[in-house]
């Protein structure tokens, strides 16, 4: 049912949406574990979609850890939501996760997990993106994000990986993800 709908909203928004299928439990858990959400007491996912890595992230969450998501596309909140009613998920934009760390009382986060497609956004939007996640990221604060393996090449992945180089320095890069359609790395860095 999640796969249908998922198809649906990429064949609405491809740029938006940037996979014809959700990612599968091997990358969700590659991610989430390469931020390091177990060690995080304030966790933002970024673009949950329909709540794979969510799931994910909530098998690794501390107990006390303070954890909500944004998601700017209304269909995959309501999944989401439905998925996890006791998760807090945010219909808005990533560049404005200061003002829900704000809401909660905390200044920055431990740990960022995003699902976002940053290869198919333009060069202003992955640079507000960007600057959010350095904004709201505490000192030894980690990122992980994923992006497909054909992406690693192409001049939009290029272009994403240096920037990613230039926020924060090192970038690691993990083995490719092969059970996921299409295969994916996850890049990971520390602030």
Not at 38 to 61: H, R
Not at 137 to 163: D, E, H, N, W
């Amino acid at each position: 049912m999640y796969v249908l709908r998922f198809l649906k909203e990429f064949v609405n928004h491809p740029a938006a949406i940037g996979a014809v299928a959700p990612s599968s439990r091997h990358l969700a858990r590659k991610v989430a574990g390469s931020a390091g959400v177990g060690d995080a007491s304030v966790v933002i996912e970024f673009g949950p979609g329909t709540g794979v890595i969510t799931a994910a992230i909530l098998e690794l969450l501390r107990p006390d850890a303070l954890f909500f998501a944004l998601e700017i596309n209304p269909e995959f909140v309501e999944i989401t939501r439905k998925r996890f009613p006791h998760v807090t998920v945010h219909n808005d934009s990533a560049a404005n996760a200061r003002k829900y760390l704000e809401e909660a009382g905390v200044d920055s986060c431990q740990c960022i997990v995003s699902g976002l497609p940053w290869t198919t956004f333009d060069n202003q939007l992955q640079d507000t993106l960007l600057n959010t996640v350095v904004d709201v990221l505490a000192p030894g604060g980690r990122f992980a994000t994923y992006t497909y393996l054909q992406s690693t090449v192409l001049p939009s992945g290029i272009r994403f990986r240096k920037k990613l180089c230039a926020a924060f320095g090192d970038l690691g890069i993990t083995r490719p993800v092969w059970r996921n359609v299409p295969p994916a790395v996850v890049y990971y860095a520390q602030k």
